[in-house]
């Protein structure tokens, strides 16, 4: 009897931990976890090691099915046949509808991971109809994370717990990140870390929580809303980070009878910003009480007040719109939908708004923002959060994302040593991406760019005919004549 062991990737969840296969005659005799692998180090999970029930399971597919003749569609009824006859059949039809109308092919895959893959073989057969099983699971949290600070846990980043002072976790179950994250937590509680779970029911992670947090299934958009709230009204968000990194000075047209209402107000050179990509949103500096650009050196931007431009247009910086959308959002509002105490709720916001404000780390690595400014170290707030499926997939499930992604942002714990460690996907590069093909014929890489909206479209506000182009010309920098006249104190 010979015994051999195979090297490869778990797939009894999302977590995908190496593993060893032992085989004993070419049978497996049992799996454990693969030390060598950088992911889990050689822990496996119960479930883990129970892979070799799937693999025996007399329940398994192992050959193509095929509708028995005459049987009713549902029934159930079906013969197995060959993989050359299963190849047969889907050739002759697969290739009418290419030839035809390939957009009539629809192709939906499980949880396999390979939707790259699966991605380019629907695109070169030429469907737009493809998609997998993402779309059930916890795609609200790519979508709302991706939507507001350009990425999302699991796939672009999670909680930097080697550095992380407080940990807060909502809505996860065991499948996410599972081991490894396991592994984290554990060395995260006994360098002193603080961890809180929110969470219906006290499983799993939650287990081993220093403080758990029971909430109504499908609410923590209200909690999340009353943590915002809070942190505003008890001024504890990190202003800094908001002014610097968030858009949260930027001004907007705040005029209801205006078509432009609640878009951004820009200056008119359409040249400020790489090519597609305009940088000319307005902020209104504190410091000279005039607006400037974005991000332009010295100024400060105002985060609280409303104002006007030269034209008389009105407009108020994003924060004092956040500020009052939230107000009503009081944590004694939050209890009656969640079932957590109020004042649980301003203790969590106390919590997590000190511990960013007092305990930050500063790294002495020397680096240059995106707007050109040198800092001679990296700031963090180490407060970090994990979240999953349990805030995306529910009614509502986008905005609760994106509240937690807001409150991630008042914290100052993006992109930071101690909270969360992203590596986004957006913005991507322009020109845009390619529409997907909508025929074979749409695949060559010349008629995809051909398709792609071009650049210039992009500049629609700040092309020099359109009126929004003049209206806001007096309100670039360095033009000391103009200056806004604001109707209300730039200080915050
Ligand atoms: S956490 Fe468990 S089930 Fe998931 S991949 Fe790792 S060993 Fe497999």
């Keep these: 009897m010979s015994t051999t062991v195979k090297t490869t990737t778990c797939y009894m969840c999302a977590c995908r931990c190496g593993i ?23 822990v496996i999970c119960a479930k883990g090691a129970s892979g070799i029930m799937k693999q025996e399971s007399p329940a398994r597919l192992t050959q193509p099915l095929k509708r028995r003749e005459g049987a009713e569609r549902g029934a159930g009824d079906f013969e197995p046949i060959s993989w050359e006859e299963a190849f047969s059949i889907l050739e002759k039809r697969l290739a009418h509808i290419r030839q035809t109308d390939p957009k009539k092919f629809a192709f939906f ?33 790519a979508a709302g994370m991706i939507y507001t600070i350009g990425g999302s846990f699991w796939e672009f980043g999670g909680p ?14 065991e499948d996410h990140h599972s081991n490894p994250l396991k592994i984290a937590i554990s060395d995260f509680k006994r360098r002193g870390g603080r961890f809180i779970s929110i969470n219906p029911v006290r499983t799993g992670y939650s287990a081993i929580a220093d403080e758990w947090v029971p909430i109504r299934p499908g ?15 008890q001024g504890m968000y990190d202003r800094e980070f908001v002014a610097r990194y968030t858009n949260g000075g930027q001004l907007f047209i705040n005029d209801p009878a205006s078509p432009e209402s609640a878009l951004f107000a820009t200056a008119a050179d359409a ?22 650009l974005t991000h332009t050196p010295e100024a400060d931007p105002a985060l609280f007040g409303h104002f006007q431009l030269n034209d008389g247009t009105p407009v108020t910086p994003a924060f004092q719109l956040l500020s009052d959308r939230v107000r009503p959002y009081t944590p004694e509002w939050a209890e009656g939908i969640t079932g957590v105490p109020a004042a649980t709720i301003r203790r969590l916001a106390q919590e997590m708004g000190v511990t960013a404000r007092d305990e930050k780390i500063e790294l002495p690595i020397a680096w240059t923002d995106c707007w050109g400014k040198e800092h001679k170290t990296v700031t963090g707030n180490p407060v970090s959060f994990h979240a999953m499926r349990g805030l995306a997939a529910h009614s509502n499930g986008f905005q609760t994302v994106r509240t937690l992604a807001v409150l991630m942002s008042l914290l100052g714990t993006i992109d930071r040593p101690g909270g969360f460690r992203h590596k986004a996907p957006f913005p991507r590069a322009i020109p845009p991406l390619a529409k997907t093909p909508t025929g074979p014929e749409g695949c060559s890489r010349a008629s995809r760019w051909r398709d792609s909206p071009s650049v210039g479209r992009l500049h629609r506000r700040t092309s020099s005919s359109t009126p929004t182009a003049s209206r806001y010309a007096s309100t670039r920098p360095s033009r000391g004549s103009t200056r806004c006249r604001c109707t209300a104190s730039c200080t915050p």
């Design 219 to 233: 609410t923590d958009g209200a909690l999340l809303l009353a943590l915002v709230s809070e942190l505003i009204e």
């Design 271 to 292: 040249n400020a910003g790489p090519p597609g990509y305009p940088q000319n949103q307005l902020w209104c500096d504190r410091l000279s009480n005039m607006p400037v």
């Design 20 to 42: 060893r296969v032992h085989l004993k005659d070419g049978a497996i005799r049992y799996i454990d976890g693969n030390p060598d692998h950088p992911l889990n180090k050689g």
């Design 160 to 173: 930097d717990l080697e550095r992380s002072r407080l940990f807060v976790m909502l809505g996860t179950a």
């Design 109 to 141: 895959t499980g949880r396999d991971q390979m939707q790259a893959l699966t991605g380019l073989f629907a695109r070169q057969f030429g469907t737009p109809n493809y998609a997998a099983h993402g779309g059930f699971c916890s795609v609200n949290m």
